[in-house]
């Protein structure tokens, strides 16, 4: 199975760099998922990592090592907007324990 | 596309009343997925169908809850009966195939509040 863990809460100014770490556990894993959820939203996908290494995409990215079982998301030029929560979620060989993370609620401040 | 089309958006119903609760999945997506969000637990997945069937249903949390999926087309996710306890956001969600580097879909969810 798995076990997600993320900080809780992060706050950064606009127009800086933040960085969000996500650690997990799992005996057979498949790929990690990262999602922004604004309050009272749904989650919307952002990025997906199944290699080692970083993918970017336009101000996000996300990077995973397998071996260490760690991942983090990127998010460059800050703006206003991306005040939201972060989620990881990950999943094993079977496909199955789509868990999601507790996700990291990220302030960011003018 | 229409995206995830999740029925009612709010609810509101007195302890020991059935809910169900409605999801259209994304025309084409194979896997649909049902979640619950708290404060307190987070998201949590209560099952997922694939290809209409279910195959993990571990994160169901006790016999009141149960859900189906006839077709294609739509899924249910019934509590019978209802508790204060079971009042969440719920989530429907869709992919186009598990474990593709598509992500979920999600709907907009449907906020219960059982009294």
């Known amino acids: 199975g798995q076990n997600i863990d993320q900080p809780t809460e992060m706050t950064a100014t606009e127009g800086a760099i933040v960085q969000i770490n996500c650690t997990y556990q799992t005996s057979g894993f498949n790929g990690l998922f990262w999602y922004q959820q604004h309050a009272g939203e749904a989650p919307t996908f952002l990025s997906y990592n199944v290699l080692d290494g970083l993918e970017e995409k336009g101000r996000f990215s996300s990077f995973l090592s397998r071996s260490k079982g760690y991942s983090y998301l990127l998010l460059k030029e800050l703006q206003m907007k991306d005040s939201a929560s972060y989620l990881c979620?990950?999943?094993?060989?079977?496909?199955?324990?789509?868990?999601f993370g507790p996700g990291t609620r990220l302030s960011v401040l003018p | 596309d229409a995206g995830v089309i999740q029925s009612p958006r709010h609810e509101v119903t007195e302890m020991g009343q059935e809910v169900t609760l409605r999801c259209k999945p994304i025309?084409?997506?194979?896997?649909l997925f049902w979640y619950r969000q708290t404060m307190m637990r987070g998201l949590e997945l209560l099952i997922y169908?694939?290809?209409?069937?279910?195959?993990?249903d571990s994160g169901m949390p006790e016999d009141r809850f149960s859900a189906k999926m006839p077709n294609a087309s739509f899924s249910t996710l019934k509590i019978q009966p209802s508790e204060p306890r079971d009042s969440a956001v719920y989530f429907c969600?869709?992919?186009?195939?598990?474990?593709?580097?598509?992500?979920?879909?999600f709907g907009s969810g449907t906020r219960l509040t059982v009294v």
């Open positions: 979620t990950g999943f094993d060989n079977y496909g199955q324990n789509f868990v």
């Open positions: 025309s084409g997506h194979n896997s």
């Open positions: 169908f694939n290809n209409n069937v279910p195959i993990d």
């Open positions: 969600a869709s992919s186009l195939a598990r474990g593709a580097n598509y992500g979920y879909t």
